[in-house]
């Protein structure tokens, strides 16, 4: 591999691919669509090649399921491919259209990134999505996924490519790297001259690594250790239906429910209507001492497992004096992603509101709603937990920076 | 130096300036710029130390003058403060306020992003500026100046605690560093506990050192290799306006331009009306062989001279055949800050203005007006010249983050 050849490469693609239509741009995608599923037999042939890898390489079962692709899962891949060439265009949008005080015309536009790479674990689909949305947003992209993907990754990748040749766009729009060592890879994201901005789409062990070792601009993404807090003017019966929603819907996610907070004076009431739906759930509870007197069959938890992603049934609870208490201990366990409060308290949800540090805030409603589609910006990248560029689901319009164009008639600064 | 401790402080320290009124906070900045103006005896004198230990370090006489404070710099920098109080609160501007499809109400909000790290060499005037940005947006702010500035940065701090003091904020709102070493400076910067934003100001070198060495989200700032480019078709007494201003107002600014590009069959007529006016300004010209052909005492340029920022009366001349190898030029030697084309030919403007990948790209205008004050922003901390966050003058708005305040009635996800 060679990847200042690779680099360069990209950087000519994005040149052109940033000037290109709209109606160029939403073509390919359609036209990727419809060859993702003719290509189906070949897709799933090649995805066949890595899931024998896989388990040879003794893979875990939830690693093979993420790593499987069917008949389904690829026609759930082409309508997603679908969806993206049917949302808005997020360039060419004019963000402020003013005279300056000397006389000249600025109009402030949103314009493509240009490289844009992305580093994935092993799931095929990641590679299909992040084409799409980066191609559609006019950039081009350099995708890394996980070498036990890569047969299904290329499969994908040439159903792309055929659709950009068919609109005589280069292939070098959406590269897919072919297996570098880490040498390569750390040579990769340590070039600034590399690409423009790089994505880390995965576990929280994916994103942390590449933030450590990456000099390229970054945006991370993620992890979520989010709370509901519970107080004790709560509607109950809404918070319980909030609690199992927001931990049990789909527990794998980042914007799960990993530890509730409960006001204390609350505690016993609340717990006897949650215990049992929890119970009922199949979670399993790491909770602090009180909750534990309350409930025998929690385990007791420690400050482990307030600072634990669980990705799973397994939760946390713990009980706090108010919500002044609440507030701090998201602020030393959270990640900065998404908190909920049930509170009928106007004060507390407004103190709630005002001094929790993370992308999105809840009231009265499940964390579960963090999400590009939930939100209407379609399909997203990641969802970030830092504060630049984008906070929470990132669209379209997160691949996208900003470009000044001033015009004037001679003016000279004074 | 404990960082820990420092860090922990500003931390608890942002999550008050965050919620504090706009009231509040152009209060205490009014009284800083007050303040600055009654201690002006004391920050001069503060100023001779640090002017005497420079002159004891050897230190070259624009490195002095830049150091130096009079009663003019200080009421200068007290009237800076004052107008960052002016400018409108960039907090709490509802950015988007919608309906869900769930029924869930959406509120974007403009929130501060907490902890801001800067790093700027020996020019105390940057300290309060920062202080007083970073304030205005409901930051706190952990400064480190250069050493050879730290007593003047000390008594500038000083004005700015006595006026948080005033208005009962902790004065860890504005935390000077007291000389980190090398590793200290290392652990801070690494640390992605630490800050929330790192931005770097002064020369290429510092950014560069901060760039690479950071594990925190950084803003790129500053570096300028700005281009003209002037076509057959341009107004040339307008060019010759344009590229004098560009060039010699301010040539020490990062929106100077370095490097003038010229359509080759125009070369001829227009450097008989430039070259003139660049010998009386005084302007040392490196220009490639075509150039120097028709003026003699240009000297040759090379690759190098077009990859330098000279931040003085020095330019380069490179002859082009015509916009598109223009925009070529401008990819490989620029640094995406501000470009200018001179010309009265639309397909050629258009060309340049789609084509250029820069923050700011002009049409028959000085690259000069990239700057805060120019584009109605009000003070800048900086000019991005990356495409992250903020691109461009970056004002009060590039300080703050955003947050989704989500309420509902016991939403939960299906």
Redesign the interface.
């Known amino acids: 591999m060679n990847i200042k050849e690779i680099t360069a490469r990209a950087k000519a693609a994005a040149?052109l691919t940033?000037?290109l239509s709209i109606e160029t741009r939403n073509g390919v995608l359609m036209q990727f669509a419809c060859n993702l599923r003719s290509a189906e037999q070949k897709i799933i042939a090649a995805n066949q090649i890595d899931l024998e890898n896989a388990r040879l390489n003794g893979m875990k079962t939830s690693f093979l399921d993420r790593l499987t692709l069917t008949a389904s899962s690829i026609e759930a891949i082409a309508t997603g491919v679908e969806q993206t060439a049917s949302l808005p265009d997020p360039l060419h949008m004019v963000l402020e259209d003013?005279i300056?005080?000397?006389g000249?015309h600025?109009k402030k536009t949103s314009t493509a990134?240009?490289v844009i790479g992305i580093i994935f674990e092993s799931r095929p689909n990641v590679c299909a999505d992040c084409a799409a949305l980066t191609f559609k947003s006019g950039n081009a992209c350099i995708l890394k996924g996980g070498k036990d993907s890569y047969h299904s990754c290329v499969a994908i990748t040439e159903a792309m490519h055929d659709a950009l040749r068919k609109y005589g766009v280069s292939k070098d729009a959406v590269i897919l790297l072919e297996h570098p060592d880490h040498a390569e890879t750390q040579a990769w994201i340590s070039d600034?001259n590399s690409m423009?901005?790089l994505i880390p789409r995965g576990s929280s062990r994916l994103i942390r690594s590449v933030?450590?070792n990456a000099?390229v601009?970054v945006?991370e993404t993620g992890a979520g250790i989010c709370h509901v807090y519970v107080d004790e003017t709560a509607?109950l019966q809404?918070a319980v239906?909030?609690v199992i929603?927001a931990k049990c819907?789909?527990p794998s996610v980042c914007n799960a429910m990993e530890t509730l907070l409960i006001q204390k004076c609350t505690a016993e009431r609340f717990l006897s209507l949650l215990a049992p739906a929890l119970k009922e759930h199949g979670v399993q509870v790491f909770a602090d001492e009180y909750a534990c007197s309350i409930i025998p069959s929690f385990e007791k938890g420690s400050e482990e497992n307030w600072n634990t992603e669980y990705n799973d049934l397994i939760m946390n609870i713990v009980t706090v004096e108010g919500v002044r208490e609440a507030v701090n201990h998201i602020?030393n366990h959270g990640t900065h992603h998404s908190e909920s409060i049930v509170s009928s308290d106007e004060n507390a949800v407004s103190y709630f509101?005002?001094?929790v540090?993370?992308?999105?805030?809840?009231?009265?409603?499940?964390t579960?709603?963090?999400?590009g589609f939930?939100?209407?910006l379609g399909a997203e990248i990641g969802i970030s937990t830092?504060?630049?560029?984008a906070?929470?689901p990132m669209g379209l319009q997160a691949l996208t920076?900003?470009?000044?164009?001033?015009?004037?008639?001679?003016?000279?600064?004074k």
């Not at 540090?357 to 499940?366: E, G, K, M, R």
């Not at 830092?386 to 560029?389: A, D, E, R, V």
């Not at 920076?401 to 600064?413: K, M, P, Q, R, S």
């Open positions: 040149r940033r000037n003013r300056l005080t000397s000249v600025l990134i240009g600034r423009d901005l933030v450590d000099r601009p945006i509607d809404m239906n909030i929603n819907q789909r602020e509101m005002n001094n540090d993370s992308a999105c805030i809840y009231h009265n409603v499940s579960r709603f963090t999400d939930e939100f209407g830092q504060k630049m560029h906070r929470g920076t900003v470009t000044y164009h001033l015009d004037g008639n001679g003016e000279c600064c």
